[in-house]
T-cell receptor, first 110, second 118 residues
Framework: SQQGEEDPQALSIQEGENATMNCSYK?????LQWYRQNSGRGLVHLIL?????REKHSGRLRVTLDTSKKSSSLLITASRAADTASYFC??????????FGDGTTLTVKP | GAVVSQHPSWVICKSGTSVKIECRSL??????MFWYRQFPKQSLMLMAT?????????EQGVEKDKFLINHASLTLSTLTVTSAHPEDSSFYIC??????????????FGPGTRLTVL
């Protein structure tokens, strides 16, 4: 199965700073998605980037994809306390199976 | 992106009872859906792949008689936790593959169902 591994495991920043999280995977993918999960809550879809795309923006989010390095990054600019959550990447292969990594726990201090 | 819903969003049941969780694709037909579970402070683990009109494919270590999956229509898959025990308490999340995404094989996740077994 395709497993995404997020890095770092935990990230603590001050409000207003930028937060960068990375994701690595092992085999070829068709697309990669990033999700956010607040403690005890469900997944919230953030952004999807296709294998033929290199960068995508959505509001304060910027996602990059480097298929040659099998990696992706999620950048949150001008972070807010409400961005505090766990962030997961979900690389998806043609078979459709994805196994999430342990996620990055982001803490934004007010 | 496409929308996937789950019902209920949370459920509390007594040990020994069975619980059914529904996963629906709201604006597309999904021939393939996936079921995941997540323990507290851990990642999501794939349990099984649900295929419309055929038997589900279970991941290694997942008891198929314990977790019954039915994908009777192109918009609905159900997961039934049979004879639930406290160790089955978990967050169950489904996802559905959008066939309109073609080669990009886009898969969208539901919000999850929190099961607590007393």
């Amino acid at each position: 199965s395709q497993q995404g591994e997020e890095d770092p495991q935990a990230l603590s920043i001050q409000e207003g700073e930028n937060a960068t999280m990375n994701c690595s995977y092992k085999t070829s993918i068709n697309n990669l998605q990033w999700y956010r999960q607040n403690s005890g809550r469900g997944l919230v879809h953030l952004i999807l980037i296709r294998s033929n795309e290199r960068e995508k923006h959505s509001g304060r989010l910027r996602v990059t994809l480097d298929t040659s390095k099998k990696s992706s990054s999620l950048l949150i600019t001008a972070s807010r306390a409400a961005d505090t959550a766990s962030y997961f990447c979900a690389p998806q292969s043609n078979a459709g199976k994805s196994t999430f990594g342990d996620g990055t726990t982001l803490t934004v201090k007010p | 992106g496409a929308v996937v819903s789950q019902h209920p969003s949370w459920v509390i049941c007594k040990s020994g009872t069975s619980v059914k969780i529904e996963c629906r694709s709201l604006d597309f037909q999904a021939t393939t859906m996936f079921w995941y579970r997540q323990f507290p402070k851990q990642s999501l683990m794939l349990m099984a792949t649900s295929n419309e009109g055929s038997k589900a494919t279970y991941e290694q270590g997942v008891e198929k008689d314990k977790f019954l999956i039915n994908h009777a229509s192109l918009t609905l898959s159900t997961l039934t936790v049979t004879s639930a025990h406290p160790e089955d308490s978990s967050f169950y999340i489904c996802s559905a593959r959008d066939p309109a995404s073609g080669e990009y094989n886009e898969q969208f996740f539901g919000p999850g169902t929190r099961l607590t077994v007393l």
